[in-house]
């Protein structure tokens, strides 16, 4: 009665809906799956429970979850350690300038691709003194630490993002997930911008807008401009700043890092090999890159057991309590997960894809502007969510079936526009956990931290509009990319140069 028809665009409807109207990403979520279940058993109640709880069983994948919590449980081990405290200490001493302590912070950020909550953790406690020393602002901090996590993690193959977004990809796409994600790479216009105007204002040296205002107040040695006594108590009682044993060394922060990484690559290349890959390439178009994950997870665990315990870093009966801790806190990402991923299921059961494909008939010119109408109404949805992760879940499998038989080229330019409004909207909703994160990590007044990340974030949005425009009419990786850094570039200088006239 309700599958393969237009009731199948109901769940992810509701969910969308709701996340505008609550703001709770939870309650949005299973309310789309639930009205999912109740659709497929047309609204018999033991039915739908049924259908609910098994299609929830089905769709989970554990070993992504199984990664999370044990990518937790390394994050505690190295701030309970000292490793963080002590590399902090370390580029403080070596840091000469404000301009070089910005780029050691976005360089680090862009180094910790493995997981957003690990970058935003690890950034904002290891630079923090860091950049309190050459005077610059929370708001600054915390905008470098966001801009640093998610976009440098949705275009890293090697990453819990990439496993995630591997798991989107409906089954029987005409490529595997890992495959059309490294495709989406090049197109992901938004992460690359962002990425690219950190490093360049950070090594160019200038501010604008509400961000300006908070760097000067910072140079007269105000960090917070406003909402700083709430950070004051905390100063003396940071929980990064390492556990009773504490006598970390920078070692304990760089080796698990290389050690997971490292492992997370090889293994990749492994199961790449082990299921039929002949080259490299193959290898990790072939990998399964949830399995790799929980690997180098293991490996890196039991690295640091090693690594602690003999030395008395940190105490056995600490090193136990990061199984519980680490569980804590990934859960937030563990829920939305299981949530998107029930979604999801529900969606297929009720043959979202079939109607889709029957419903739409794009004729050439409106083709050329999706991209751009996609990116557009993936920020909407995450903005307005404040989750990156249960858009690609609701948009992904749809942008999917809409192209997977007309254009394969236009199907990677279309996810890459999902992922990067996305995390753009995510990027700049005041109700993101990363976002949350972020100006925790940098202890900013976290409404400073969204309207300062915001103007910034806008420019970067309307030159990914004037990109995914060539993008949709030539198709064209190298042409896409290029053109879009020129322009940016060119926005930025203008910008300098204003703001130089100005003062």
Same mark, same amino acid.
């Given at each position: 009665?309700?599958?393969?028809?237009?009731?199948?665009?109901?769940?992810?409807?509701?969910?969308?809906?709701?996340?505008?109207?609550?703001?709770?990403?939870?309650?949005?979520?299973?309310?789309?799956?639930?009205?999912?279940?109740?659709?497929?058993?047309?609204?018999?109640?033991?039915?739908?429970?049924?259908?609910?709880?098994?299609?929830?069983?089905?769709?989970?994948?554990?070993?992504?979850?199984?990664?999370?919590?044990?990518?937790?449980?390394?994050?505690?081990?190295?701030?309970?350690?000292?490793?963080?405290?002590?590399?902090?200490?370390?580029?403080?001493?070596?840091?000469?300038?404000?301009?070089?302590?910005?780029?050691?912070?976005?360089?680090?950020?862009?180094?910790?691709?493995?997981?957003?909550?690990?970058?935003?953790?690890?950034?904002?406690?290891?630079?923090?003194?860091?950049?309190?020393?050459?005077?610059?602002?929370?708001?600054?901090?915390?905008?470098?630490?966001?801009?640093?996590?998610?976009?440098?993690?949705?275009?890293?193959?090697?990453?819990?993002?990439?496993?995630?977004?591997?798991?989107?990809?409906?089954?029987?796409?005409?490529?595997?997930?890992?495959?059309?994600?490294?495709?989406?790479?090049?197109?992901?216009?938004?992460?690359?911008?962002?990425?690219?105007?950190?490093?360049?204002?950070?090594?160019?040296?200038?501010?604008?807008?509400?961000?300006?205002?908070?760097?000067?107040?910072?140079?007269?040695?105000?960090?917070?401009?406003?909402?700083?006594?709430?950070?004051?108590?905390?100063?003396?009682?940071?929980?990064?700043?390492?556990?009773?044993?504490?006598?970390?060394?920078?070692?304990?922060?760089?080796?698990?890092?290389?050690?997971?990484?490292?492992?997370?690559?090889?293994?990749?290349?492994?199961?790449?090999?082990?299921?039929?890959?002949?080259?490299?390439?193959? &290898?990790?178009?072939?990998?399964?890159? @949830?399995? /790799?994950? #929980?690997? *180098? $997870?293991? +490996?890196?665990?039991?690295?640091?057991?090693?690594?602690?315990?003999?030395?008395?870093?940190?105490?056995?009966?600490?090193?136990?309590?990061?199984?519980?801790?680490?569980?804590?806190?990934?859960?937030?990402?563990?829920?939305?997960?299981?949530?998107?991923?029930?979604?999801?299921?529900?969606?297929?059961?009720?043959?979202?894809?079939?109607?889709?494909?029957?419903?739409?008939?794009?004729?050439?010119?409106?083709?050329?502007?999706?991209?751009?109408?996609?990116?557009?109404?993936?920020?909407?949805?995450?903005?307005?969510?404040?989750?990156?992760?249960?858009?690609?879940?609701?948009?992904?499998?749809?942008?999917?079936?809409?192209?997977?038989?007309? &254009?394969?080229?236009?199907?990677?330019? @279309?996810? /890459?526009? #999902?992922? *990067? $409004?996305? +995390?753009?909207?995510?990027?700049?909703?005041?109700?993101?956990?990363?976002?949350?994160?972020?100006?925790?990590?940098?202890?900013?007044?976290?409404?400073?931290?969204?309207?300062?990340?915001?103007?910034?974030?806008?420019?970067?949005?309307?030159?990914?509009?004037?990109?995914?425009?060539?993008?949709?009419?030539?198709?064209?990786?190298?042409?896409?990319?290029?053109?879009?850094?020129?322009?940016?570039?060119?926005?930025?200088?203008?910008?300098?140069?204003?703001?130089?006239?100005?003062?």
């Amino acid at each position: 009665m309700f599958v393969g028809t237009w009731w199948s665009l109901m769940p992810p409807i509701v969910a969308i809906a709701l996340a505008l109207l609550t703001k709770e990403v939870y309650l949005s979520l299973f309310a789309g799956c639930a009205l999912g279940a109740l659709l497929v058993a047309e609204f018999h109640p033991w039915i739908a429970f049924d259908t609910l709880f098994n299609t929830m069983i089905d769709s989970v994948d554990f070993s992504i979850l199984m990664f999370m919590i044990l990518l937790g449980m390394i994050v505690m081990l190295m701030q309970e350690s000292g490793g963080t405290r002590a590399y902090g200490e370390w580029a403080s001493s070596h840091l000469k300038s404000k301009r070089s302590a910005l780029v050691t912070t976005s360089l680090l950020g862009a180094l910790i691709f493995v997981d957003d909550y690990f970058n935003c953790l690890t950034v904002g406690s290891v630079m923090r003194p860091v950049t309190d020393k050459y005077k610059v602002s929370r708001a600054k901090l915390a905008y470098i630490i966001d801009a640093t996590a998610a976009p440098v993690c949705i275009i890293a193959p090697i990453s819990s993002w990439a496993a995630a977004v591997n798991s989107y990809v409906p089954a029987g796409s005409s490529m595997s997930g890992f495959e059309m994600f490294v495709k989406t790479i090049p197109f992901n216009l938004y992460a690359i911008l962002t990425l690219y105007m950190v490093f360049f204002t950070s090594i160019v040296g200038f501010d604008f807008g509400l961000m300006k205002k908070h760097e000067e107040n910072a140079a007269k040695g105000d960090l917070f401009t406003s909402g700083g006594e709430e950070f004051q108590n905390q100063e003396t009682k940071d929980p990064t700043e390492g556990g009773k044993y504490a006598k970390g060394k920078v070692i304990d922060l760089i080796a698990p890092m290389v050690v997971m990484i490292a492992t997370a690559i090889a293994a990749m290349i492994w199961t790449g090999h082990l299921n039929g890959g002949q080259n490299l390439v193959e &290898d990790f178009a072939n990998c399964s890159s @949830s399995e /790799a994950l #929980v690997f *180098a $997870g293991l +490996v890196t665990v039991g690295f640091l057991l090693l690594l602690y315990l003999p030395r008395r870093v940190i105490g056995f009966k600490d090193f136990m309590n990061s199984v519980p801790e680490g569980g804590k806190l990934m859960m937030p990402a563990i829920l939305i997960l299981v949530l998107a991923w029930t979604l999801k299921g529900m969606t297929d059961a009720l043959g979202i894809g079939t109607f889709v494909r029957s419903a739409i008939n794009l004729n050439s010119s409106l083709m050329n502007f999706v991209p751009l109408i996609i990116f557009c109404i993936a920020i909407f949805i995450a903005f307005s969510s404040g989750t990156s992760w249960g858009t690609f879940a609701i948009f992904v499998p749809i942008v999917v079936n809409m192209f997977a038989e007309l &254009d394969p080229t236009m199907m990677i330019i @279309s996810v /890459a526009a #999902v992922l *990067a $409004g996305a +995390v753009c909207g995510d990027h700049i909703s005041p109700i993101s956990d990363t976002t949350i994160m972020s100006s925790s990590g940098a202890q900013s007044n976290h409404i400073n931290h969204v309207q300062t990340q915001m103007q910034y974030a806008f420019v970067v949005i309307a030159v990914c509009a004037v990109g995914y425009l060539i993008a949709g009419f030539t198709e064209n990786w190298w042409l896409t990319l290029l053109c879009s850094l020129v322009i940016l570039t060119g926005v930025l200088l203008e910008i300098r140069k204003r703001e130089m006239c100005g003062r």
